[in-house]
C-alpha cells in the first residue's frame, strides 16, 4: 500500500483527525484518504496526479476531494494532533543526546501564504524552521514565513511554538544540546534557550 499500512495509520492517526461538527460519518475510506495524503507529501507529485485507483477500486474520490481533508486537517489542528500522540508513543526511540536545529528555504514558484522573493534565491520561497534529534528523526516544524526573511525573523514566537509540540509530547527538553549554525548567533536566541534550559551549540 506504500508508505504506512492500514492498520498503523488506522490506530495512529485516525483517531486525532476531525469529523463532521454533529459526528457525521464520511462515507470515504479516510483511512486511504490519509495514505494517499502520505503518498502525496512523500513524492511531492501534483495533486490531481495521484494514483487514487491505486486505493479505491469502487467509488474513488476525485483528487479534489482528497485536498480537501488535506487542507482541513491541515487548519484545524488535526494533523498536529496525531504528531504529538505518535511522538509521545515512540518518545523513547529518540537520540537526545543532541538535537539539530536549522532553517531551509524551499522554492515556492506556484504562490501560496507565505511567500516572499530574497535577491540570492532564483524564485519566491518560503522559510521553515526545522528541530530533529541527534540521528535526523524529525521533532518539530515552525510555521513557515515568507523567504525574504531570515532565520531569525519572529524567532521567539516560532521557537516557543515548536518546543510547546516536544512538551505536549512529554519530551523534557532540560538540558537539551542545541546545535545551530551561526545564523542563529543572538542575544534573543541565547535567551530562548537559557529560559529553557538548553544548552546552544553555534555550529561553525
Known sequence: ??????????????????????????KLDLVKIVLLILKRMKTG???????????????APCWQTVYYYFHKW????SFKKAWIAILAMYKMYLD???AQFDGS?????????????????SANT?????????????LAVGTPQ???????????????EMF????????NCKGLFLNADPGFDSEQMKSLCERKEIELNEVV
Open 45 to 59: 507529485c501534483q495533486w490531481r496526479e495521484l494514483s487514487i485507483g491505486e486505493y479505491f477500486s469502487n467509488d
Open 126 to 138: 518560503s522559510n521553515s524552521l526545522y528541530l530533529s534529534d541527534n540521528n535526523g528523526q524529525m
Open 164 to 171: 510547546e509540540v516536544l512538551e505536549q509530547a512529554g519530551i
Open 1 to 26: 500500500m506504500g508508505l504506512i499500512d492500514e492498520v498503523t495509520v488506522e490506530s495512529l492517526i485516525l483517531p486525532h483527525l476531525s469529523i463532521g461538527k454533529r459526528g457525521f460519518k464520511a
Open 96 to 98: 537526545l543526546s543532541s
Open 105 to 121: 528555504h524551499t522554492p515556492s514558484k506556484g504562490g501560496g501564504e507565505a511567500v516572499g522573493y530574497q535577491g540570492r534565491k
Open 74 to 77: 491541515s487548519r484545524d489542528g
Open 146 to 160: 515568507c523567504g525574504q526573511h531570515n532565520d531569525l525573523y519572529n524567532i521567539e514566537t516560532i521557537f516557543e
